[in-house]
């Protein structure tokens, strides 16, 4: 069973940039489409962005278009989300998630992911 460990998450004041990387272990992520879905305090997890298994496609939330960028690197069983302008509402704990296909839709939910990371905090206070 693989396992997905993220990292980087912290303190940031609004307008400032966070990457947190999500490492995928004891597999290869490379037939694997990724995602990041934040959950904000109080709040369910919200879906912002997947890239899939060639890192040739990529799909976004409109809360974050234009402010994240989701990356990957194979070689390195890797995936990252730049986060541009960060805004208090941003703050969230930050999950990475795998799913055993390819491809993103345009939009995910959290039932299209079978495998989950332990999430990192990112908090953007000002």
């Known amino acids: 069973q693989y396992q997905l460990v993220e990292s980087g998450g912290g303190l940031v004041q609004p307008g400032g940039p966070l990457r947190p990387p999500c490492v995928l272990s004891r597999s290869t992520m490379d037939y694997y489409a990724m995602a990041w879905f934040p959950q904000p305090p109080g709040k369910e997890r919200e879906w912002v962005s997947c890239?899939?298994?060639?890192?040739?496609?990529?799909n976004y939330g409109d809360s974050v278009k234009g402010r994240f960028t989701i990356s990957r690197d194979n070689a390195k069983n890797t995936v990252y989300l730049q986060m541009n302008s960060l805004k208090p509402e941003d703050t969230a704990i930050y999950y990475c998630a795998a799913r055993g296909w390819e491809y993103c839709n345009d939009y995910m939910l959290p039932r299209d992911f079978g495998s989950w990371g332990q999430g990192t905090q990112v908090t953007v206070f000002s």
């Open positions: 890239i899939d298994s060639s890192g040739g496609t990529t």
